[in-house]
T-cell receptor
């Protein structure tokens, strides 16, 4: 059974700092990995999708990497801003399944 | 303006009642999904549908039912058999095929009184 873990559960950083969020998964036979952002009481916003054949994806200040063999992904946020404050979720989809398996998220607070 | 809409945003239910949550998408996506989110837990899949008139159970389907009569719509009914229905419910959609990017609606918060 696929398990997805995100560390740390919560993180507080001052504005302007670069930061890394971690995601690990137990079964490396994944099809892709998706990073989401969730604001309190809202739905999920897709940030980046990494296919299993890719090593990384970039969108603006965000960079996500994938190392399937070690079962790890990282989300790098450059020059953090207060507007980045949210919960960040990673999810993987197995090659033989149609569903996403989610981690419990990292709650990020960027302070002024 | 393409996207996924869910209604209502907030829903209150008395014990013993069935309630139906609406999910509509105009993205022309074939696949649609229902997830449940509880505090401190990751999202869990309730039901999913990859094509009209067909759907499959997810990890926590007991006490829920769905229908897929139209490509654009995938309503979820929370029945009285669901023992702990208070949660945040999220609908998602994607193009056909495993592994494609999923897009989410704004969610419905259901509270049992």
């Amino acid at each position: 059974k696929q398990e997805v873990t995100q560390i740390p559960a919560a993180l507080s950083v001052p504005e302007g700092e670069n930061l890394v969020l971690n995601c690990s998964f137990t079964d490396s036979a994944i099809y892709n990995l998706q990073w989401f952002r969730q604001d309190p009481g809202k739905g999920l916003t897709s940030l980046l999708l990494i296919q299993s054949s890719q090593r990384e994806q970039t969108s603006g200040r965000l960079n996500a990497s994938l190392d399937k063999s070690s079962g790890r992904s990282t989300l790098y946020i450059a020059a953090s801003q207060p507007g980045d404050s949210a919960t960040y979720l990673c999810a993987v989809i197995h090659r033989t399944a149609s569903k996403l398996t989610f981690g419990t998220g990292t709650r990020l607070q960027v302070t002024l | 303006d393409g996207g996924i809409t869910q209604s209502p945003k907030y829903l209150f239910r008395k014990e013993g009642q069935n309630v139906t949550l609406s999910c509509e998408q105009n993205l022309n996506h074939d696949a649609m999904y229902w997830y449940r989110q509880d505090p401190g837990q990751g999202l869990r899949l309730i039901y999913y549908s990859q094509i009209v008139n067909d759907f499959q159970k997810g990890d926590i389907a007991e006490g829920y039912s769905v229908s897929r009569e139209k490509k654009e719509s995938f309503p979820l009914t929370v029945t009285s058999a669901q023992k702990n229905p208070t949660a945040f419910y999220l609908c998602a959609s994607s193009i056909m095929g495993g592994g494609n990017e999923q897009f989410f609606g704004p969610g419905t918060r259901l509270t049992v009184l």
